[in-house]
Structure formats: C-alpha cells, structure tokens
Nanobody, 119 residues
C-alpha cells in the first residue's frame, strides 16, 4: 500500500507562485512514475505533469514553461513548482503514484490540495 499526502495549496493572485509537495510513504518499490493531476469544478481530472524514475517528464501544453516537477528520492517527495499562475489553473491538485505498467487510474492517489488563483 502507498500513501500520498499533498500540501502547499492555497489562494494566490494571478501571476503569483505556489509550490506543492507530495510526500509518499509505504511500499514504494514498485512505483516508478509520479504525477500531478488537477480537477476544476465541472471538469474532468486532467494530467498536469508526470516524472519517471529515470527523470523523464511529460507536461501538459497548458503548463509548459510555467510549472516544474521535481523529486527528492531521499525524502520520497515530489514537488510541483507553479509560476505565472492563471485563474484557469484553479483546481484541486492530486498527486498520483503508479508503476509503468499501470494507468494513472490504476495507481494511488492523494487526497488533493486546493489551488485558487484570483484575477
């Protein structure tokens, strides 16, 4: 079992920055992909970015150049640095952990952290 705990969300003005953290614990041996997803009210959950154990990343076009994913393997923590935030970035942000053989849906999810960007 894997437990994911997100933190760092909050209210920020457009153009501001936030840093989200996802602390992972439990049996992580089979986990080799971490990701951030978000869900805005009335919309489907969507990919923000993933990072593999090899360091490869995959960003959504809407956040390229503004968001950066990183990880601290020693702390089993994944970060999402969000800059130049826009009102359309407002959503609940979820951390996801999975093996490369799983889809995101089949992996583990955190409880989510709210990010609100005011105009």
């Amino acid at each position: 079992q894997v437990r994911l705990v997100e933190s760092g969300g909050g209210l920020v003005q457009a153009g501001g920055s936030l840093r989200l953290s996802c602390a992972a614990s439990g049996f992580l041996a089979g986990i080799n992909i971490f990701g951030w997803y978000r869900q805005a009210p009335g919309k489907q959950r969507e990919l923000v970015v993933t990072i593999s154990s090899g360091g490869g990343t995959d960003y959504a076009d809407s956040v390229k150049g503004r968001f950066t994913i990183s990880r601290d393997s020693a702390k089993s923590t994944v970060y999402l640095e969000m800059n130049s935030l826009k009102p359309e970035d407002t959503a609940v942000y979820y951390c996801n952990a999975r093996s490369s053989r799983q889809s995101a849906t089949g992996g583990y999810w955190g409880q989510g952290t709210q990010v609100t960007v005011s105009s």
